[in-house]
């Protein structure tokens, strides 16, 4: 999976790159009414969809050192927020694209064992689109 923050690239399908654990939460704001004497509560949808992503990425560098600067520097490349890309290819080598406009990075968790660093994303916004945002 391809997944970009503006033009941040945080995950390719290639090495020395690979997304593991990518989880996608979506809700809604639900309203629930009690009202007197009903046989059974109400529910009313009061949209407001947000949806929830988080990953991991683990990157292989060339020694230690390098997987120690990169781990001290890459929160601070990171931009805070911004329109993220998603792009997932299928075994038939179908493409599908989702985009966020307006997520922003919640938290950003690295830790790094010799040669390689091991960074859990998480970021937040409205619904995905299947389009990327006019303008």
Do not use: C, W
Not at 10 to 23: G, K, M, S, W
Not at 90 to 116: C, P
């Amino acid at each position: 999976m391809r997944i970009t923050i503006n033009q941040t690239v945080l995950a390719t399908d290639a090495a020395p790159t690979r997304v593991r654990n990518f989880r996608l939460e979506s809700a809604r704001e639900v309203q629930e009414g009690k009202f007197l004497r009903a046989v059974a509560a109400s529910f009313f949808d009061r949209a407001n969809a947000q949806t929830r992503v988080s990953f991991e990425v683990v990157r292989t560098h060339p020694s230690g050192r390098e997987a120690e600067a990169f781990l001290l520097g890459h929160g601070s490349d990171v931009p805070a927020s911004g329109l993220a890309v998603f792009t997932a290819v299928g075994d038939s080598g179908q493409a599908i694209t989702r985009y966020l406009n307006a997520a922003v990075v919640e938290a950003i968790e690295g830790s790094g064992a010799g040669t390689s660093t091991r960074h859990l994303y998480v970021l937040r916004g409205g619904a995905l689109q299947t389009l990327p945002p006019s303008g």
